[in-house]
């Protein structure tokens, strides 16, 4: 499963925009990861400019 | 819960809001969705500036000091600022050894700031709060904290869903999300555009630097990549910024390697002080659109373009798109014709003069070495033409190198050899570069 390290992430919200299951939003300005639609495919893993998302 | 408007706009940024102030101030019902909560909190890299005193895509923007506000006098409209900002100059390119190009001759621009300005850092923070709190007053119904997730067209209207079930509708929309655009690629229409790969940037903020002249757009080669630093709005403080399009590099650990360890420009940063904020944006490159416009969604900023545009093309183009729409409204044309204007005007300034220019996929990093570079850098000898204009800083390197390229040849017949290898490989460099991205379709 793909997280985001909360204390890493600047919400620049590249993810969001580059994720092709639109499984990630902004919620009360922090980044989420929707483990339902999430397809596992790491585009957010390997985009992140500061390495935030993980895979657990 | 759906409610009907006269536009519905996506995005808070510069475009959207704008686009909001100038459709509301036509009686329009206005709806803006941001996706952020606090819709002013900059999280996205930005250059945060204003270009000033020279024309920039059909505009001429000049502050006004009495009134506080920057007037954008051929689109036709003024935005209050009266918070902090720093003066830039022009551009200054650096080649590893600290020789540079300089782009406008800034100790001397320097002594009539005001009058020689070519670009106002500002806090953009402070802007979009001062146009969030105009839109606000003049009745546009802000919707933070809302991620869309759909956007289509019916018989009548564009309907736009949220996340959480909320769903807005209008005959028209405004597609204002910036750079990786959602709708743009939820529309189909990135499969029409060229791409060319995605580059990953960090950018620090630091108060304190010895770098002679730090108040341009400064960028720096260095043999790991190359750097930028720009004045930021608060006196004495600047944006340090990293970018790359690898996926195998971690912009962090690139930009902490130029401040702290680059021997040339690590002595810029000796007693700098790193600020905590901090800032990242993901790039998707891609060609702009062609036509800014599909299923009555109006493409505005970044969201149809590129981030050269910068602030001032996203402001521009979101009070042309606003009025536009308000337009098309009472002749009572809710459709493509109604909103030629907009399109009409985007080709003439934007798309026309600057949509079909070629990203080249010149690598001079892969090939060149350090001490080629700053040969290169040393050659012209001679200060250029003062400019904020990405485009013709780089045609008038072309034209200088151009007629340098005979010394080279007799003096360095070695780096004539990888100038002329850096030509002929471009399309497999940015074949390479397209390989490291991810294409949004």
Request: aromatic share 10%; charged share 30%; proline share 5%.
């Amino acid at each position: 499963m793909v997280t985001i390290n909360a204390d890493e992430c600047l919400v620049c919200g590249g993810c969001i925009d580059l994720c092709p299951k639109t499984a990630i939003m902004m919620v009360d300005d922090r980044v989420m990861i929707n483990s339902e639609k999430c397809g596992e495919c790491k585009i957010c893993v390997e985009v992140c400019p500061v390495s935030a998302p993980f895979v657990a | 819960m759906v409610t009907k408007y006269d536009v519905v706009i996506v995005g808070g940024g510069p475009a959207g809001l704008i686009a909001a102030r100038a459709a509301c101030e036509e009686g329009l019902r206005v709806a803006l969705i941001e996706r952020k909560k606090d819709i002013p909190k900059i999280h996205r890299t930005c250059g945060g500036a204003i270009n000033v005193n020279e024309s920039s895509f059909g505009e001429f923007v000049w502050y006004d000091e009495e009134k506080g506000e920057f007037v954008f006098k051929n689109t036709g409209f003024t935005i209050r600022y009266d918070g902090p900002s720093q003066d830039v100059f022009g551009f200054h390119i650096y080649s590893p050894n600290g020789s540079r190009l300089e782009f406008g001759n800034f100790p001397e621009l320097r002594k009539n700031a005001k009058k020689n300005r070519l670009c106002m850092a500002i806090s953009k923070e402070k802007l979009l709060k001062t146009l969030l709190e105009e839109s606000e007053r003049l009745g546009v119904s802000i919707f933070p904290n809302e991620n869309v997730c759909s956007v289509a067209k019916n018989s009548t209207k564009v309907v736009v869903e949220c996340e959480d079930g909320s769903t807005f509708k209008g005959p028209f929309a405004i597609a204002a999300d910036g750079i990786n655009s959602r709708i743009a690629r939820v529309l189909k229409l990135n499969r029409e555009r060229s791409f060319f790969g995605t580059t990953r940037d960090i950018s620090l903020e630091i108060e304190g630097t010895e770098c002679p002249d730090p108040d341009g757009f400064l960028f720096m080669f260095t043999p790991r990549g190359v750097f930028s630093m720009i004045p930021m709005a608060e006196k004495n403080c600047y944006l340090v910024s990293s970018s790359t399009n690898r996926k195998d590099i971690i912009p962090l650990e690139l930009i902490n390697y130029f401040m702290r360890e680059d021997p040339t420009f690590s002595q810029w940063y000796r007693d700098s002080k790193v600020l905590q904020h901090r800032s990242a944006c993901v790039v998707t490159l891609m060609s702009p659109l062609e036509k800014p416009f599909k299923d009555n969604v109006l493409f505005i900023g970044d969201a149809c373009w590129r981030r050269e545009i910068s602030n001032l093309g996203a402001l521009c183009t979101g009070w042309k798109a606003g009025k536009s729409i308000a337009n098309a409204l009472k002749e009572g044309k809710p459709n493509e014709k109604g909103v030629e204007d907009y399109l009409n005007w985007y080709q003439e300034h934007y798309y026309g003069p600057h949509g079909k220019r070629k990203q080249t996929g010149r690598n001079f990093l892969k090939y060149l070495a350090p001490q080629d570079i700053d040969y290169l850098v040393e050659m012209p000898k001679r200060k250029f033409d003062q400019t904020m204009d990405i485009f013709k800083v780089v045609n008038s390197i072309g034209r200088t190198y151009g007629d340098l390229m005979r010394r080279v040849y007799e003096e360095r017949p070695d780096i004539m050899d990888k100038l002329i290898k850096i030509r002929e490989n471009m399309e497999e460099d940015m074949k390479e570069q397209i390989k490291w991205g991810f294409r949004t379709v």
